[in-house]
């Protein structure tokens, strides 16, 4: 607990503290720079046009360092405020999903300063109303619903008026070998919800569509399985439940996307906070309870005796198989059939498709939907496999480190098996070091892989930034029929 001097000053006999007074300053200086300054014309030509302000002359790269270097500045900001003027002590999980929320925010407001403070004050009232519905016997995790599903209207809304909806060796040696085999069957067991979470984003975005609601998705998949296997003790049944509610979910993402053609990042945002909430709600019942079973495994027995390879894949569940055999499939897919061949056009180019009699709208749905239940599936893997027993937020980050494997594997679903298994080595490492007695504090040894994926992000991003990075052309763009010419 802070004492008085580490916090900051109230505003009266109020519960606004002194950090109200430097947001709003923080607002004011943001009006003013980004309208009326030379530099905020120029960052509004780089976001508007950044060909036409890259002919222009306006260093594009150093306005966008600077301009990350303020907002981790502000964010660092905000996280002082909340911890010296709200909780008043440094505590784990702290400002829950503020991040995110913070993106959202800043969408709504159409980065207006006025729409800021304005959208902010309505999100922050939905955040006190979820702490404050728990005194009438509600979970405070509605309010991640709530947000999710206010998100959902106000896409739709906005959207419904802009469009017109259409139809359409030794014992050392041995030892480190017996250690290195633990490790890469660990990576194993970690890595395949992720393979399964970047196969299917893989496949949304290889059709143009943006998907950031992986983790609110493998949420409810873990859920789902969970509550279903506990109540009929059915594998299959609970993998059916998984997949109806990734299909109903795999639909709104694209009626969203590519029916109302809304933000698609927004709507991904408003998936994962929805999907969150959810499965907080859901999972009070079945909180702590093991599942009833476990996923058969596909014994090769024929391997036992051989080193290394009868470890490893000697004993391995089926749903680890189907994973192999899915990237298998999914990559002479994409790039050995006619099919996959129309899965590429649609997002590299929709227009071009269109004219070429491919129907892309129909397209985009069915993939959508696919790589839905591709990352339900991750979730139900997750809690079936490799921890099973349902614990809220039990993903722990795994969603969005699922979309970073995509960019790192550039889309190529042979390349996201190699990643998936690397970030799980990662964790799996962290994990050894711990049971060595280590003295490094466990929240440090729980960062090394997503420290290595910043790291490797960074890596890439600089060795490909004069080449062709193998990002669908078309990602994140809506296709209009009317303006293919």
């Known amino acids: 607990m802070f004492n008085e001097a580490q916090t900051l000053p109230a505003l009266g006999d109020t519960r606004l503290h002194f950090g109200l007074v430097f947001a709003l300053v923080a607002v004011v200086l943001y009006g003013l720079l980004v309208k009326y300054t030379k530099w905020g014309y120029e960052l509004r030509l780089i976001g508007a046009n950044p060909e036409a302000a890259k002919n222009a002359g306006i260093p594009i790269k150093r306005h966008i360092l600077l301009v990350m270097l303020i907002s981790g500045g502000l964010a660092g900001l905000a996280g002082m405020a909340e911890v010296s003027g709200v909780s008043h002590r440094l505590m784990y999980g702290i400002s829950p999903g503020y991040g995110y929320t913070a993106i959202i925010v800043a969408w709504l407001a159409k980065l207006n300063p006025v729409g800021l403070v304005v959208s902010a004050v309505l999100f922050g009232g939905l955040i006190v109303g979820g702490y404050s519905v728990q005194t009438i016997g509600l979970p405070s995790s509605i309010s991640n619903m709530i947000q999710g599903a206010i998100l959902f209207f106000l896409i739709a809304g906005g959207m419904f008026g802009k469009f017109r909806l259409r139809r359409n060796a030794s014992v050392e ?105 959810l499965s907080a709600y859901l999972g009070k019942s079945v909180a702590g309870t093991p599942i009833p079973g476990s996923v058969p495994k596909f014994d090769l027995n024929f391997l ?182």
């Open 173 to 277: 040696e041995r030892s480190t070998m017996d250690t290195f085999t633990q490790i890469v069957i660990a990576a194993i067991s970690s890595g395949t919800p992720l393979l399964f979470a970047a196969l299917g984003g893989i496949l949304i975005e290889r059709s143009g569509i943006i998907q950031l609601g992986a983790e609110g998705i493998m949420l409810l998949g873990a859920v789902i399985s969970c509550m279903t296997f506990i109540h009929t003790g059915s594998l299959p049944l609970a993998l059916l439940a998984v997949a109806g509610i990734s299909i109903a979910l795999g639909l709104v993402h694209a009626f969203m996307t590519v029916t109302l053609r809304a933000n698609q990042t927004v709507s991904g945002l408003a998936m994962t906070l929805f999907g969150t909430g």
């Open 304 to 485: 036992d005796g051989v080193p290394f390879l009868g470890d490893v894949f000697g004993h391995l569940n089926v749903l680890t198989w189907f994973s192999f055999l899915l990237v298998v499939v999914l990559h002479l897919f994409i790039h050995r059939t006619s099919w996959g061949l129309h899965l590429r056009a649609i997002g590299d180019n929709p227009a071009t498709a269109d004219v070429m009699g491919i129907r892309v709208q129909t397209f985009r749905y069915g993939y959508v939907i696919a790589g839905t239940i591709l990352i339900g599936l991750a979730g139900a893997d997750m809690l079936l496999a490799y921890s099973p027993t349902w614990t809220e937020g039990m993903t722990a980050g795994r969603g969005w480190i699922a979309v970073a494997l995509i960019i790192f594997a550039r889309w190529n679903p042979v390349r996201a098996l190699l990643c998936a298994y690397f970030f799980g080595a990662m964790d799996t490492i962290g994990f050894k070091i711990q049971l060595i007695g280590s003295e490094i504090p466990s929240y440090f040894l729980k960062m090394i892989p997503y420290i290595v994926t910043i790291l490797v992000l960074m890596y890439l991003g600089w060795r490909s930034r004069n080449k062709l990075s193998g990002t669908p052309q078309s990602l994140g763009l809506p296709y209009i029929r009317e303006q293919r010419f």
